[in-house]
């Protein structure tokens, strides 16, 4: 018996060994890999480390879909072209506080930025806050101003960013607009979904192709969902995959490109 005793320490002292090796491979590839492995901590870190720091990580925790889809994207795609609708005007901060940390987060990126204030867009081109970025001028909720977005720029984003009015038909103009323009396998990032419910002005203003007495965003997003999920039109569409949080949600486009997704018809 003293024996199977011996021989059971020796198994368990060799499993620890083991397990101990495992740990510090995994520590030593969060190390070298942050962006894939430690997106969540990565984006987080670097967000309160400019000032000032941006509400995604305070008022939200934006860092979930952005650490597990946007920073792993960068890191297969350095070259990835980006658009970001929005660029804070209307916060008690300064302006720009995202774009500071996609600048530090994706220095090789192809950064666009969105903004229908046109006073404010020129006061952060001329502080330098805009430097290394396309800007674009606009009203999110004016097909006319879209279209011009996607001939000014080319379109074919690998990401956009909507984190601009929150109305709901801004979110559901911007997304029938310029979903088609991610590129296959790219992504598409919606914030703020939970102010579409809030009696605060974010009802009621329509736009060309949306009755905003009507449109409730997170109801269309569901029924989308729905057809996701339970396979209504099987083998059609481009969506790969959602993935929702608290206040948001991000849209995965499928690699191989079929029928579009995001369509009144659908």
């Known amino acids: 018996s003293q024996a199977i005793t011996n021989e059971a320490i020796v198994i368990a002292t060799k499993d620890e060994k083991s397990t101990a090796k495992v740990v510090k491979a995994e520590n030593e590839q969060c190390e070298r890999e942050p962006y894939v492995w430690d997106g969540e901590e990565t984006f987080l870190k670097v ?5 000032p720091v941006t509400d995604k990580v305070t008022a939200h925790t934006y860092q979930t879909m952005y650490g597990q889809f946007l920073l792993p994207y960068y890191k297969k795609n350095p070259k990835m072209k980006m658009l970001e609708i ?3 005007c209307n916060m008690n901060y300064e302006p720009g506080a995202s774009v500071k940390v996609h600048k530090r987060l994706f220095p090789t990126a192809e950064l666009w930025e969105a903004e229908y204030k046109k006073d404010c867009l020129e006061k952060a081109r001329e502080k330098g806050t805009l430097e290394g970025l396309h800007t674009l001028y606009g009203d999110q909720n004016e097909v006319a ?10 379109g074919d984003f690998d990401v956009i960013i909507d984190d601009g009015g929150h109305l709901n038909c801004e979110i559901y103009t911007s997304l029938e607009k310029l979903w088609p323009t991610v590129k296959p396998g790219g992504l598409y990032f919606i914030e703020d979904l939970s102010m579409g419910k809030k009696n605060r002005g974010y009802r009621g203003k329509s736009s060309e192709n949306c009755d905003g007495t009507k449109m409730l965003f997170s109801e269309e997003l569901k029924k989308k969902l729905d057809q996701l999920v339970y396979g209504f039109h099987y083998g059609k569409g481009d969506l790969k995959f959602m993935f929702c949080q608290s206040h948001a949600c991000v849209l995965g486009k499928k690699e191989v490109i079929g ?3 995001w369509t009144k018809s659908n």
């Open 86 to 88: 929005g660029l804070g």
């Open 259 to 261: 029928e579009p997704w």
């Open 145 to 154: 101003d879209l279209d011009r977005w996607i001939e000014e720029s080319g």
């Open 47 to 51: 967000a309160k480390d400019v000032t």
